[in-house]
């Protein structure tokens, strides 16, 4: 069978406005070629230049979500950049370990990345997942009680709200939203994830994706406002209320709520989300988050958290 060979921009980030448009076509690309047209895809990555970690990660979501939809291993294939002809584009994706997360494309190969501790990961269980994530995180730097129970936390509450939020009807968490029937039923409850220690920043770095519903939409469907389908951004806002979990006065689903604790106890921290057509970036220092309504985006949620070490915690 012929296969579709589909080429992305040389730079794929959706931090900076002046690359996202084209990243997300990119993704969009890759969906209509597997699910619309039924396609056979080649990704030929070899001229990318630089590749973001929440792109990398969005891009793993992406490939693997259509591996296993298709349940065909092959479904995607890529080609990755050499080091004597690319050696940027080599260091960001071979090098990192996505190329090989890009290639697992079967749940037994998924589960060797985890046992492999290859930076690149999924699940769709929290209980099991959180000590190889853990393990990742810590196994480049001393911390201390304080850190310990500040990045277990955070990390657990972003899996757990996957579980509790992301496919859930928001009616009855005891079902999968109509919407996302279909996927759940070829991937499960899944979610993406990077996680790793950045020597040269001093910080852990945690990013977690699905392809749920998003937040904006899910708050909507429990609040039933009009503005928030026209400006996603509010939605977020009010989601991130103390109190306003999409398990409304449940007390559950505080997951940002568990990632803005470093900053009561001293330490510095940032906390980038992008979900359903909004983007919410709060970082030390801030005394109100930065809330943006988004052109174009990907469906479900994206979070991103740097804990950073303090001095006193530096070896």
């Not at 936390?153 to 009855?172: C, Q, R, W």
């Not at 109100?288 to 958290?305: A, D, K, M």
């Amino acid at each position: 069978m012929i296969r579709t060979k589909i080429t992305p921009p040389q730079n794929l980030c959706i931090y900076n406005a002046a690359f996202h448009i084209e990243t997300y076509d990119f993704f969009e690309k890759i969906n209509i070629a597997v699910f619309t047209r039924h396609e056979l895809v080649t990704i030929d990555l070899t001229s990318v230049k630089i590749i973001t970690a929440a792109a990398s990660v969005l891009l793993f979501a992406t490939v693997s979500t259509c591996q296993l939809s298709m349940n065909n291993a092959n479904q995607i294939r890529c080609i990755f950049p050499r080091s004597d002809k690319n050696e940027t584009g080599h260091r960001y994706i071979v090098k990192t370990g996505l190329a090989r997360a890009l290639h697992s494309g079967s749940v037994d190969k998924l589960e060797l990345l985890t046992k492999d501790q290859i930076y690149f990961q999924t699940s769709t269980d929290p209980s099991l997942h959180l000590l190889s994530t853990f393990n990742l995180l810590t196994k480049e730097m001393a911390f201390t009680p304080v850190l310990l129970q500040l990045l277990v936390t955070g990390v657990s509450e972003a899996m757990l709200n996957v579980i509790h939020h992301a496919y859930k009807d928001p009616f009855n968490a005891a079902f999968i939203h109509s919407t996302k029937k279909l996927i759940v039923a070829g991937i499960g409850e899944r979610w993406w994830q990077c996680a790793w220690f950045d020597s040269r920043k001093k910080a852990w770095i945690f990013i977690i994706c699905d392809i749920g519903l998003g937040i904006p939409q899910t708050y909507n469907y429990l609040r039933q406002d009009h503005l928030y389908s026209v400006n996603p951004s509010l939605a977020l806002k009010h989601a991130f209320i103390r109190g306003n979990s999409r398990f409304i006065g449940s007390g559950r689903g505080n997951g940002s709520e568990d990632m803005m604790q470093p900053i009561k106890s001293g330490y510095n921290e940032s906390l980038l989300v992008y979900s359903g057509g909004a983007k919410y970036h709060f970082k030390t220092g801030m005394d109100q988050p930065e809330i943006e309504n988004l052109s174009r985006f990907f469906n479900g949620t994206l979070v991103e958290w740097t804990l950073y070490v303090s001095n006193e915690e530096e070896i």
